[in-house]
């Protein structure tokens, strides 16, 4: 199983990114995929998940409504618009494959993102 990441960086508040994650290595159209992200000194936070069809779409709290998930399965590719970017927003991104507690999914070295004027 191979998700690289990428698309992060350094942002001003009130900024968008847009992460990308290529997958490999399984069956990605049926595999149910999501964002976690960590903020320095914190534990594993899910943001956003997506069903394998593209429908059903789940947003944290902390991020609804300014962030969208969205997926290419002809191209085993996930993707992540986040708009209107805060501090909080800090973090590195990483894609992750299937359900389960955060720490035991597969995911890659991720994306940095960071937010600060």
């Known amino acids: 199983v191979q998700l690289q990441a990428s698309g992060g960086g350094l942002v001003q508040p009130g900024g968008s990114l847009r992460l990308s994650c290529s997958a490999s290595g399984f069956t990605f159209d049926t595999t149910y995929m999501s964002w976690i992200r960590q903020a320095p000194g914190k534990g594993l936070e899910l943001v956003s998940s997506i069903s394998a069809d593209g429908h059903y779409p789940y947003y944290s709290a902390s991020v609804k409504g300014r962030f969208t998930i969205s997926r290419h399965n002809a191209m085993n590719t996930l993707y992540l618009q986040m708009d209107s970017l805060k501090s909080d927003d800090t973090a590195r991104y990483y894609c992750?494959?299937?359900?389960?507690?955060?720490?035991?999914?597969?995911r890659g070295q991720g994306t940095l993102v960071t937010v600060s004027s």
């Open positions: 992750t494959k299937g359900t389960g507690p955060l720490a035991t999914r597969a």
